[in-house]
């Protein structure tokens, strides 16, 4: 059979279906972007401290000494998860004693918040943090219930029916519905006849081709696919794959672990540094802002990349370019906040600009055959590595420059990794297994039953070199 561009060349290569296509599929992610960094609102930890109750019979000094101090950041700040013994203090107060005056507090006996917290509004009007009380003794619960978050709180919540406040349940609300109507974009969008081709579904595919071609007002050949090219493809026995096929030979086995490991790490930065971003100095909207911008001139970039330079050395630039600006972040004064958010922009750039081209990048490394299945295993690991990143963000408790340590650290390995994937830039995509490149520094002993991509001259096997349509 003719190389798949050769059959379709009539089409052209930017006409009004491929950019209604284009349209499509770019407008239907859009909800994912409000839904993923939502989170950081519905999820927000205000500024809160142990609720000593209006019943406590303590006086106005007591009551304003009833939490302990602890040193934050170089500063006394009162305690979040907790207070003197109530029954101690109120005691005190009944006696008449005042505090510091007349009683050390740092020997007085302290408990948990029995009664509870008080949380500030100055940001937050209500989260799911403040409403479950996912603070304090249960701070593992924070991160937990972000990456449910990601698989399924979302539903979940919506499902609650508790939509009359104007909280985050009405945040919630506004998400969803975009959502639904970006779904039904999908009813307008065609099957691949790249794909339909390759399961031996001729006449479905030449309907979407004849389409196609109607819409970027081209007149289309009367016969698209040559009767003997169909005999010969349907008298070859159609062969099924399985996500087994990803792990079927030592070259894409080793592929699918580098690019399981390349997803899950910058997924973890990606989403990392964004629900960081109420924890810099600053407007947490502010930031956010600052966030979101910085992406859009990391997508152009990557478009360029992608556009004229190697895929291996543009992803691993920018993930070096990521990881070594977060891994300078801990060298930078404390008072020169503005500096430190600059180079988390920059790290958040790097990786942004990454993860756009990883999603191009492997889907040319994989073929036809097993293609989506290979995009979709890598997505998988990224959704876990979205997962995971609560918990980098939340190390910041013990240690504020800890979660910067470790995505700097994990992002530069990343790109040193990257190095070892085959390229794919400017080259055939592959059709079989057998054609995919060869992984770099990995030595691979020549079969009979494999079919390598020849050179230009060389008689080719069906090869294809773009992935429009």
Not at 239 to 251: A, E, F, G, K, V
Not at 448 to 457: A, E, F, N, Q, V
Request: charged share 15%; glycine share 6%.
């Amino acid at each position: 059979m003719r190389d798949y561009d050769e059959v379709t060349a009539f089409l052209g290569e930017w006409g009004l279906f491929q950019r209604l296509i284009f349209f499509l599929l770019s407008a239907s992610i859009i909800p994912n972007g409000f839904n993923g960094m939502s989170i950081m609102f519905l999820a927000g930890t205000p500024e809160h401290r142990c609720r000593v109750p209006d019943s406590a019979n303590l006086s106005s000094a007591w009551r304003n000494h009833s939490v302990p101090l602890r040193l934050q950041d170089g500063r006394q700040v009162p305690h979040n998860c907790r207070r003197y013994r109530l029954a101690a203090i109120a005691n005190f107060s009944a006696l008449g004693l005042e505090p510091v005056l007349d009683v050390d507090l740092e020997q007085l006996e302290q408990e948990s918040c029995l009664d509870g917290w008080e949380f500030s509004q100055d940001v937050f009007l209500s989260t799911i943090v403040t409403e479950w009380n996912l603070v304090c003794e249960d701070d593992w619960k924070a991160p937990l219930t972000i990456s449910l978050f990601f698989g399924g709180v979302l539903v979940g919540s919506f499902i609650s029916g508790q939509l009359s406040d104007r909280d985050w349940r009405m945040l919630l609300l506004a998400l969803t519905v975009p959502g639904v109507l970006c779904a039904l974009l999908w009813w307008f969008i065609p099957e691949s006849p790249r794909w339909l081709i390759s399961q031996g579904r001729f006449k479905e595919a030449e309907v979407i081709i004849r389409r196609a071609a109607q819409i970027n007002g081209i007149v289309a050949p009367p016969t698209i696919f040559e009767p003997n090219e169909l005999e010969d493809l349907s008298s070859q026995k159609q062969q099924t794959h399985s996500i087994l096929d990803l792990l079927r030979t030592w070259n894409i086995c080793v592929v699918t672990i580098m690019s399981i490991i390349l997803w899950m790490t910058i997924s973890v930065g990606y989403f990392g540094l964004s629900l960081d971003t109420p924890n810099l100095h600053g407007d947490i909207y502010v930031n956010c802002f600052l966030s979101a911008v910085v992406e859009v001139p990391a997508y152009t970039l990557a478009w360029l990349l992608l556009q004229y330079l190697p895929r291996r050395y543009s992803i691993a630039t920018a993930l070096f370019l990521g990881g070594i600006v977060l891994l300078f972040v801990q060298l930078v004064p404390s008072d020169l906040y503005y500096v430190s958010t600059t180079l988390v922009m920059v790290g958040k750039f790097g990786i942004t600009s990454a993860f756009s081209m990883a999603y191009v990048y492997t889907a040319e490394l994989y073929p036809t055959v097993v293609r989506n299945m290979g995009v979709g295993v890598s997505s998988t690991a990224s959704r876990l590595g979205s997962i995971l990143s609560p918990y980098f963000v939340y190390l910041g408790a013990y240690d504020r420059f800890l979660p910067y340590i470790l995505m700097g650290s994990l992002t530069v390995l990343t790109a040193i990794l990257t190095l070892f994937l085959p390229e794919s830039f400017g080259i055939p995509l592959p059709d079989t297994i057998d054609q995919m490149l060869r992984v770099k520094g990995i030595k691979y002993k020549q079969t009979p039953s494999h079919t390598r991509i020849l050179k230009d001259g060389e008689e080719s096997p069906i090869v294809l070199k773009s992935t429009a349509l």
